[in-house]
């Protein structure tokens, strides 16, 4: 079943997830905060349901799949942040990539701010260096984790573009999550990341698997 945020889910998990905890998407947390009613459910599989939900509720431990905590470092390690170009705006290759480090002790649930490895500065410097401000080139930014249901980018920007600070925003269904501000004379880099975004969306990709291997069949 593909909900209207795109993403889809094994029917039954996603019915029990609607029932028992809201009905938001388990990736994304697009929709509504009110939970399903099971008369919305086919009559003939209502007792299944209505047993299992039972049971979830009557477990004395915490329902699996629910996770309390996560170290946030974790999260953070895994994290890659690269440069693509593209002769047009599609057909990307990277040329540079690197992990990234939190440059400061976390100044709340907003924007913190990150360092990058000094390859990845040198690389991008000297691919930036042989081209000109004529180039036909595009450059975009792309921010990955393996908990990722797909990478997450900025808009492609045109080479020539580059002729003084430029910030590329990366987006998570029309927020704001990262930026990179980048002063191409200077090669400098300022990069910020909305660190509970990025940790909320791991988590919730961590619950969809728990829930699914761990609670289904029904």
Not at 66 to 86: F, G, K
Not at 140 to 165: G, K, Q
Request: overall charge neutral.
């Amino acid at each position: 079943m593909t909900l209207p945020c795109g993403h889809t889910f094994n029917p039954t998990a996603l019915a029990v997830h609607f029932l028992h905890q809201h009905m938001r998407c388990p990736v994304c947390r697009a929709g509504h905060d009110g939970v399903m009613r099971l008369e919305c459910v086919p009559a003939d599989v209502r007792d299944v349901f209505r047993k299992k939900l039972r049971s979830m509720r009557e477990c004395h431990d915490p329902p699996v799949g629910l996770l309390y905590a996560v170290n946030v470092s974790d999260v953070e390690q895994d994290l890659l942040l690269t440069v693509e170009v593209s002769e047009r705006e599609d057909k990307f290759a990277a040329i540079a990539q690197t992990r990234i480090y939190r440059a400061g002790p976390s100044i709340g649930t907003s924007f913190n701010a990150y360092n990058t490895q000094r390859s990845f500065s040198r690389l991008l410097g000297t691919f930036l260096g042989r081209h000109t401000a004529g180039s036909v080139e595009f450059l975009r930014v792309r921010l990955t984790h393996p908990l990722f249901e797909l990478p997450l980018y900025s808009a492609p920007t045109a080479l020539a573009d580059l002729t003084s600070a430029h910030t590329f925003v990366i987006t998570q269904h029309n927020e704001c999550i990262a930026r990179l501000h980048y002063t191409p004379h200077q090669h400098e880099y300022g990069l910020h990341v909305h660190t509970s975004t990025i940790v909320e969306t791991c988590l919730a990709r961590i619950q969809q698997a728990l829930t699914y291997h761990l609670h289904f069949p029904v």
